[in-house]
């Protein structure tokens, strides 16, 4: 039992030190190659959208119905519209979408303050200015 024992953990020691041999050589290969490197992470920067635009589809009475329209924005993959009230309260997502405007879109409030800004991941870009839908 003992020889079974002695042999196993001979076996053992040399995969674990062909195993550590092997990343070695890697981790050295790695620190051999030329050029100057750069461990440092460079922020996408997303503008924000331009030609923003939030044109009454119907807004009379209860309803609250817009067209939001936008230019697209270099290195957006999305884009992220946000609502808040009159007042700039109750701030919401209202949708996220890869097109660059919204058709007879539904506020949840009247009048809405609504910006768009552009995403590529988790990466967000600067919101536009305000416009108010269905004053």
Known sequence: MSRILFATAVAAALAVGGLVAIGDAQAEAAWLKSGTGNAGAKALQLAAPGSFSVTPAKCNGSNKSVN?????VTGALSYEIYATNSAGGNGQVLTTTTATGLTS???PYKPALITVRGLNNKWRGQATTAATGCP
């Not at 939001?68 to 697209?72: E, F, P, R, V």
Request: no cysteine.
């Open 105 to 107: 879109y539904d506020l």
């Open 68 to 72: 939001i329209s936008w230019a697209a």
